[in-house]
């Protein structure tokens, strides 16, 4: 993926072309323009603020580009019809919600809205993936007394049921004790489907992306290979940190402009 | 959670509106004897002409009135409190009854009857809870921001306030003969409605409540926030506004109908919650049985507690509604 000038080929998922959203006169998004190809796992990267989760936001289509486009699947994101578009793309957010009132199961049964499945598949697809998450036992329990990392448990079981061709993944790893990043982004990453997966965890970042688009101040600086991207100048410019990328890890040395650490 | 009581409460809450339909339609202010009763309910050839007048003509279209208000207003509560996300949602606080009482009253005084009947006060009421809902929505929408919680409510009070202080300017410079019929029904009161206001109460309540249940996957999707029904494939927008004018029709129906009718629109959502859950498949039937009994109850004891006069629907629904209004706001503070 990433190729500059690719020719068309048709395992693309998504083609951004200077892509920009604004808000009043706040630019989150600046004409970002990537290919995303089918079977990537590519890692959004970028320090707080950097416009990651407003452009994950144009991809699940909660908000339109106000300028560019994005082509998913060969058509007009805008062309695909909602619930359509869901079922082949699905999305964890980050923010949490209120789920008072509704059951374990209820809550992840929903993941499968966009599809129109039997009861007994919904059924069976539900429990799987709640054994996934570790919340099977707890199915009937009111979902609103969750805790952070639960509920952020609860809707990887919505798009584990779900399963579609395409994981988008808004800082899958808050909340989540190190098990469960470990465990359900392994779980993920085994299934060789295409994910877009924001992290502001670099480490993290490295341990699954074999590509990156690296955002700073709502630009795309850099993408390509994850090693090419993170580089140790951009890492000190733009993480403010001295270190280097080697073997799927990234050694941290030290913040820049402070010496050493005693 | 719930799954497993839910049958037994349905019944037992269509036990209970169906109890109290009878009883609202066979106490009231005029005492009749037992047997008479049932000779003029079974419209026997020797039950008294007047007492058929009370039963038939007075008292079950009003019994029914309450039944269909109660349960009109309790499904727009649901409605509007999972659009909003919004414990403290109502018809009543977010200024909507205000609009549809002020539309109707200024249609009584200004406009000239045939135009009034022409286009039916309902209509207008339903223009006016529209026009209100519209204002509040505006003066709490923020662009950057999802909507604020308690600005929302804010808002809807201000906007209540504007509505009701045109209301009594309207009744202040109007002939006082009308002021004190009109005060009356602006305090609530199911007092005179006649079989002819039913018909499309009903229609309009049905209509919604099949609507509302072919879409309760959608609702319970709106629950987890826009972002996530949007992500989930959920045409949020839409889904949003069929649910503001839903909730303006009903609104402004009952409100034509029998004045304002505050609570059971907030109220009644959340002890249905307490019993089965939130998804809206069970929700929305519990809320509107529930609603339907509470209200036809309150009526009755409107009518029969200082009999002969009667006291105003307010007056008993705000006591009613006191002490669990206190407890969601106790509970609304931490999410706020």
């Given at each position: 993926m990433l190729h500059k000038a690719s020719p068309k080929s048709s395992n693309t998922i998504f083609k951004l072309e200077q892509v920009g959203f604004e808000i009043g006169d706040k630019h989150?998004?600046?004409s970002c323009s990537f290919e995303v190809h089918q079977g990537h796992f590519v890692g959004l990267l970028g320090?707080?603020?950097?416009g990651k989760s407003s452009l994950l936001k144009l991809l699940y289509r909660e908000k339109k580009p106000t300028t560019g486009t994005i082509t998913a699947f060969d058509r007009?994101?805008?062309?695909?019809n909602r619930r359509a578009f869901a079922a082949k793309v699905g999305t964890v957010l980050q923010e949490k919600a209120?789920?008072?009132?509704?059951?374990i199961e209820q809550v992840a049964s929903l993941?499968?809205?966009?599809l129109a499945c039997s009861k007994k598949e919904e059924h069976q697809r539900v429990q799987h993936a709640l054994e996934l998450v570790e919340l099977w036992d707890r199915?009937?329990?009111?979902?609103?007394?969750?805790?952070g990392g639960e509920q952020q448990r609860l809707f990887f079981a919505q798009i584990l049921a779900l399963d579609p061709e395409v994981y988008l993944l808004d800082?899958?790893?808050?909340?989540?004790d190190i098990y469960f990043q470990i465990r359900l982004l392994d779980h993920i990453k085994a299934k060789g489907k295409t994910v877009i997966a924001s992290f502001h965890d670099i480490n993290l970042a490295a341990r699954y992306c074999d590509q990156a688009v690296l955002m700073h101040q709502s630009e795309m600086v850099s993408q390509g290979p994850l090693e090419e991207v993170l580089s140790p100048e951009r890492l000190k410019e733009i993480y403010r940190v001295n270190a280097q990328f080697n073997n799927s890890a990234i050694t941290i040395h030290t913040p820049v402009g402070i010496d050493a650490v005693r | 959670m719930f799954a497993a009581r839910y049958p037994l409460l349905t019944i037992g809450a269509s036990i209970a509106l169906i109890v109290m339909l009878i009883a609202g339609v066979f106490w009231g202010t005029a005492p009749i004897p037992w047997q008479e009763k049932l000779a003029v309910l079974l419209r026997a050839?020797?039950?008294k002409s007047s007492l058929t007048a009370i039963i038939w003509e007075w008292r079950m279209p009003r019994v029914l009135a309450c039944g269909l208000v109660g349960a009109a207003l309790a499904l727009s509560g649901t409605l509007i409190q999972t659009a909003l996300r919004?414990?403290?949602?109502d018809p009543y606080l977010l200024g909507l009854s205000s609009g549809a009482s002020a539309a109707a009253v200024a249609a009584i005084i200004w406009l000239p009857a045939g135009i009034v009947a022409a286009f039916g006060l309902p209509l207008i009421a339903f223009f006016g809870a529209a026009l209100a809902f519209g204002i509040t929505l505006l003066m709490a929408y923020n662009r950057e921001r999802p909507m604020d919680r308690l600005l929302v409510i804010l808002a809807g009070v201000a906007v209540s306030l504007l509505f009701q202080s045109f209301t009594a300017f309207l009744l202040h410079i109007s002939d006082p003969n009308a002021t004190k019929t009109a005060l009356n029904w602006l305090m609530g009161s199911?007092?005179?409605?006649?079989?002819?206001?039913l018909p499309i109460m009903a229609i309009a309540t049905i209509i919604v409540t099949l609507l509302a249940l072919s879409q309760h996957k959608q609702l319970d999707a709106l629950l987890m926030g826009d972002a996530r029904a949007t992500s989930l494939g959920v045409a949020t927008a839409p889904l949003k506004l069929a649910i503001f004018l839903a909730t303006a029709l009903l609104t402004g129906l009952s409100v034509s109908i029998m004045g304002i009718v505050g609570f059971v629109g907030l109220i009644v959502p959340h002890l249905a919650r307490q019993l089965?859950?939130?998804?809206?498949k069970k929700l929305i039937p519990l809320a509107m049985l529930l609603g339907a009994s509470i209200l036809v109850f309150t009526d009755l004891l409107c009518r029969t507690l200082l009999a002969p006069s009667e006291l105003p629907l307010a007056v008993l629904l705000a006591l009613f509604a006191t002490p669990p209004f206190i407890l969601i706001l106790r509970q609304t503070r931490h999410v706020a």
């Open positions: 989150l998004v600046k320090p707080n603020g950097a007009s994101i805008d062309s695909w209120q789920l008072a009132g509704l059951t993941g499968l809205f966009p199915r009937s329990e009111n979902a609103g007394y969750l805790s800082e899958p790893n808050n909340h989540l | 050839p020797d039950a919004n414990p403290l949602a199911a007092a005179g409605t006649n079989w002819q206001e089965c859950g939130s998804a809206h």
